[in-house]
């Protein structure tokens, strides 16, 4: 089999089924299987779900929501395909790139993780994936510095240019193919034996961050990492989470990377740069955006 797709479901029922559709009209070539892992959801999700079920289609019910990591791996487990793939239940594959995705993929032995471009649904461009955050570059992120232009090439920063930004156009970094240290868990496609190599995703992260910390353990394989946005998918964004969560899961995110991954004595500093980010962003976005926001980042700060 040459595809296993892995989708982890949250109380995104009309999206996941979308999202099945477009995976089923657009994908031709290919021998796949799906596998679908419902995170306890109470929308009336499971009794679809069970209806689904078919020889190519596998499902996993969980108890209770497990996270991303933990959910994803149960569905890693059972994988047959020569790649795996990770796709978010709020997106919708457009024709072929499955198929060519794939091949690439064959063609190309040193590339172990690749994703391609997020689009919204006007097909404007998301800002995804990034390089590891060294303390410069969380430092950088922290004080906005990496949404200047020209200095954000410059820094390459953990997060490039987002559409959120005064600055952001959607252009140049995002359209062009290259090799980055992560690429967005939203679309992740792996070779099998990287998994292999590496072992799982990590459970310790519940979710965001997670596929961070896989792109470093490959990396030190000897793998590369590739965005690829010659091929996109529709990204919904947002739809499995509410605002605050991903906010705060990554504070919580970065915390964990370092403490696995980079040396102790730089800890107290990561968290000393994360509560001035949390400050700064408490005045500022406070002001711009009300006290919503700021109570948000009140939380981020309590936990950097």
């Known amino acids: 089999m040459d595809l296993s797709i892995i989708i982890v479901n949250y109380n995104t029922k009309e999206l996941l089924l979308d999202c099945l559709g477009s995976i089923k009209k657009n994908t031709k070539k290919i021998s796949y299987e799906i596998i679908l892992v419902d995170n306890a959801s109470t929308d ?6 069970r209806r689904l079920k078919s020889p190519d289609v596998k499902i996993v019910l ?5 996270g ?3 959910a994803n791996n149960q569905g890693i487990k059972i994988a047959k395909g020569r790649y795996v793939l990770l796709l978010n239940s709020d997106t919708k594959v457009q024709d072929g790139i499955l198929d060519e995705m794939i091949e690439y993929m064959d063609e190309s032995p040193k590339t172990g993780v690749a994703g391609c471009a997020l689009k919204n649904q006007d097909g404007s461009l998301q800002a995804t994936g990034g390089y590891f955050p060294t303390l410069f570059r969380v430092a950088s992120w922290m004080l906005f510095l990496d949404d200047i232009p020209l ?3 410059l820094i390459k920063p953990f997060h490039p240019m987002h559409e959120k930004s005064f600055f952001y156009k959607g252009e140049g970094f995002f359209t062009k193919a290259s090799e980055r240290d992560w690429v967005t868990g939203a679309f992740f496609l792996v070779k099998k034996e990287v998994f292999e190599q590496v072992g799982l995703l990590d459970e310790d992260y519940f979710m965001y961050t997670e596929e961070v910390d896989f792109c470093f ?3 030190e394989k000897g ?3 590739w965005y690829l946005p010659k091929w996109a ?3 919904l964004g947002g739809a499995s989470s509410a605002s605050e969560f991903p906010i705060l899961s990554e504070y919580k995110g970065i915390k964990i990377f370092y403490k696995k991954h980079m040396p102790s004595w730089q800890g107290p500093i990561l968290r000393l740069l994360l509560k001035k980010g949390a400050l700064l962003r408490i005045f500022l ?3 711009l955006k009300g006290g919503d926001y700021a109570k948000v980042y009140a939380k981020a700060f309590k936990i950097a």
């Not at 009336?44 to 779900?49: H, Q, V, Y």
């Not at 969980?62 to 497990?66: D, S, T, Y």
């Open 223 to 225: 793998w590369q990492v």
């Open 217 to 219: 353990r490959a990396k």
């Open 151 to 153: 200095l954000d090439k």
């Open 233 to 235: 998918i529709v990204h």
């Open 285 to 287: 976005f406070g002001v």
């Open 62 to 66: 969980n108890r209770q929501n497990l």
């Open 44 to 49: 009336g999700s499971i009794e679809i779900l």
């Open 68 to 70: 991303f990591s933990k």
